[in-house]
């Protein structure tokens, strides 16, 4: 298999871009292409201070390395949940963080806010204290990250946070939505969330690769990360329909991208239109000031109650 720039050894083939390219090509093209992204969907300015949430895995530090080597002003951000599972998975993503920065990026600051050690309990005990979520802690732990994103970025004047979601992971979740007819939420999905009524901007500038393409510029870089996934991920739905979108590909190459940039499209030049769920009257959070609908304290603030 050859390049199709140099003619030299190819590393990967891309059949929905028409593309195989070599190490060095696959690297220069993989950066263009980020950069392209940023600026299609307009996610930030290249003096804006922007906070990348790294959880340890190939797809956020392969987002961190790209933008830092894009000369952005990228500082990172992990959350330590307190997952263990036999397994000790939040300790070894936070040492994949840190070895990241070690390696690649020795100048790169790392911000730690560790939920046992600020708040008191760790992720799976606050879980199994609020009976939420029928024995899995994933709603609790996704309400945790949304608010501590959206206070380290106010707090440090960043202008967007970024997240290392890719094309597989929108894709499943607009099957998701859209199998459900989910209108409120096909209205909100996209590359961008705007900033609004204090909850911090939202980009996902690795929405246009898939995921073998961010796993191969990790192996690529030499970037070392965790590859188990979170132990409470295991079966989940977005996992079913990742598989199932993965088989259409094989037999239809370009599938997943075109249900996506179909979408985004349509959408854009009105030819759907989905209409929003309107939030309610919002107001601060009298602990914590970030924006709620629930009276008096936020929905984060009530979990420590
Ligand atoms: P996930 O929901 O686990 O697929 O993660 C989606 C994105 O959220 C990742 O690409 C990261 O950008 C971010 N993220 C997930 N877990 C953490 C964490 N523990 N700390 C900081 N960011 C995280
Ligand atoms: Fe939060 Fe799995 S429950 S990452
Ligand atoms: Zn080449
Ligand atoms: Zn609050």
């Known amino acids: ?6 003619g ?10 028409r593309l195989r390219l070599c190490a060095e090509h696959f690297v220069e093209w993989f950066l263009a292409f980020a950069q392209r992204t940023i600026e299609r969907y307009e996610m930030f300015a290249p003096t804006d201070k922007v906070l990348v949430a790294v959880s340890g895995g190939k ?8 933008l830092l080597r894009l000369n952005y002003r990228a500082e990172g951000m992990y959350i330590g949940l307190g997952i263990d599972e036999g397994l000790g998975y939040s300790d070894k993503s936070l040492d994949m963080c840190r070895l990241f920065v070690r390696k690649h990026h020795p100048d790169a600051v790392l911000n730690i806010v560790d939920v046992e050690g600020e708040y008191g309990q760790a992720i799976p005990e606050l879980a199994r204290t609020h009976r939420r979520g029928q024995g899995k802690p994933c709603a609790v732990c996704g309400l945790v990250k949304r608010h501590i994103m959206n206070r380290i970025a106010r707090d440090g004047g960043f202008a967007a946070i970024a997240t290392g979601h890719n094309m597989d992971d929108e894709v499943a979740v607009l099957m998701q939505n859209t199998l459900h007819w ?7 999905q996209a590359p961008v969330l705007v900033e609004r009524d204090g909850m911090a901007r939202k980009v996902k500038p690795f929405v246009r690769f898939y995921e073998r393409e961010s796993a191969a510029y990790a192996l690529v870089q030499g970037i070392d990360y965790i590859y188990d996934e979170c132990p409470f991920a295991k079966g989940s739905t977005t996992n079913l329909y990742k598989e199932l979108l993965n088989q ?15 979408f985004l499209s349509a959408r854009e030049k009105g030819e ?34």
């Open 1 to 6: 298999m050859k390049c199709s720039k140099c």
């Open 59 to 66: 797809d956020s530090l392969a987002l961190w390395d790209v």
């Open 248 to 262: 259409l590909e094989l037999n239809s190459t370009g599938a997943k991208q075109q249900f996506y940039l179909h």
């Open 182 to 188: 989910q209108t409120g939420y096909l209205a909100r």
């Open 8 to 17: 030299g050894r190819a590393v990967i083939n891309m059949r929905q871009h």
């Open 272 to 305: 759907v239109t989905f209409v929003e769920t309107e939030p309610g009257q919002l107001q601060p959070c009298t602990r914590c000031s970030q924006p709620t609908t629930a009276g008096n304290l936020c929905a984060f603030c009530r979990l420590w109650e």
